[in-house]
Nanobody, 119 residues
């Protein structure tokens, strides 16, 4: 059974920083692409950042230059460093990973962590 568990969310003032972490556990043969999505109330879930197993990254335009995604393959962990936070960054942030365990590779999702940015 594969699980993704996020941590690091919270309440921060505009201009502040937060670092999200997501650990994958369980039977993992291959950990492929990992990423972060976010969903604000009443809106769809959107991609924030993604990182390949080789470390290639891509970002939503709204977070470029402010957020940085990274991963530690030895720890099966992906991070999202969020700087210069804005109220519009307020959302539930979800970790996702393409994982090969028993059976076919598929996408797994974490339970989400709330990020609230006050003005």
């Amino acid at each position: 059974q594969v699980q993704l568990v996020e941590s690091g969310g919270g309440l921060v003032q505009a201009g502040g920083s937060l670092r999200l972490s997501c650990v994958a556990s369980g039977t993992i043969f291959t950990l492929n692409n990992m990423g972060w999505y976010r969903q604000a109330p009443g809106k769809q879930r959107d991609l924030v950042a993604r990182i390949t197993s080789g470390g290639v990254t891509n970002y939503a335009d709204s977070v470029k230059g402010r957020f940085a995604i990274s991963r530690d393959n030895a720890k099966n962990t992906v991070y999202l460093q969020m700087n210069s936070l804005k109220p519009e960054d307020t959302a539930v942030y979800y970790c996702t990973a393409d994982i090969l365990g028993f059976g076919r590779a598929r996408d797994y999702w974490g339970q989400g962590t709330q990020v609230t940015v006050s003005s």
